[in-house]
């Protein structure tokens, strides 16, 4: 655990800042790349990052700040803090998927055809910000006794944090591949919601941090299972209609993007 990844003066900066620079950038370059290989106006895909970090990141922080209201109705300074931790993933993607269908109706895009092209770079970015995770500290699993577990806090753990880094980069590898090769429109969608929410599902089991229960599971659960629940229903709307479209093809008819 290695929180601090170089000083300013006195000033500290964090990993997990830094990581999640890093994730915006890498993310954005991407999502640039494919926007120009299919079609679309490459200020495009850097649009689509910068919208969807400020989604993300208020429905990712105000989604952690009501988990812990207590700690900052006393310390509302600490509110925009987010250099050093403080974000829940369900939260930012609830936010960015928001932005995602403001953009659709602004760019005249079927707001499935940018979900399957926004979720080919999302896992990209999730995996980098993990490894900020890892580094951080935040996020830890349980302790374990098992061969690869990690010393952190006081303890050797489940790596958490390593293993949706991990699952992230062979969730973007399947989708990019499936997205290049012109798939069912929403295929690509269901495929993400079929894979990272079961992976948080079991996850959170070996979490060891504080969670969020209600009832049995945690909160992260229950949102995984919805999740589940949404992609059976998308593959069954894909099974019956099987909208294909070429990428390249099919180009938002407001070619100026802002």
């Not at 109705?73 to 928001?98: C, K, M, Q, T, W």
């Not at 944090?161 to 989708?175: D, F, G, M, P, R």
């Amino acid at each position: 655990m290695h929180p601090i990844c170089f000083h300013i003066g006195a000033k500290a900066i964090y990993w997990y800042g830094v990581l999640g620079a890093v994730a915006f950038l890498a993310a954005s370059a991407h999502w640039s790349l494919l926007a120009r290989w299919k079609g679309w106006p490459p200020s495009r895909g850097s649009d689509l990052a910068i919208w969807l970090v400020l989604g993300g990141l208020l429905g990712a922080r105000l989604n952690y700040v009501v988990a812990n209201l207590r700690y900052y109705l006393n310390n509302p300074s600490e509110i925009l803090r987010i250099d050093h931790g403080g974000l829940i993933f369900y939260g930012g993607v609830a936010g960015g998927a928001i932005m995602v269908l403001i953009l659709s109706r602004r760019w005249r895009v079927p707001i499935l055809e940018l979900a399957d092209f926004t979720l080919t770079g999302l896992p990209l970015a999730h995996a980098i910000g993990r490894i900020g995770c890892f580094l951080n500290g935040c996020c830890y699993g349980t302790p374990t006794c098992l061969p690869w577990a990690v010393w952190m806090h006081d303890a050797y753990r489940h790596p958490t944090q390593l293993y949706e880094s991990l699952a992230n980069i062979i969730i973007y590898l399947l989708i990019l591949r499936l997205y290049l090769r012109r798939p069912v429109r929403g295929l690509p969608t269901a495929v993400y919601l079929l894979g990272y929410p079961p992976l948080r599902f079991l996850v959170e089991f070996v979490r060891g941090d504080e969670r969020m229960r209600a009832g049995p599971l945690t909160v992260a659960q229950w949102v995984s299972l919805f999740l589940v629940f949404i992609a059976l229903i998308l593959l069954f709307r894909v099974s019956r209609h099987r909208e294909t479209y070429s990428p390249k093809a099919e180009v938002g008819s407001d070619q100026h993007s802002s």
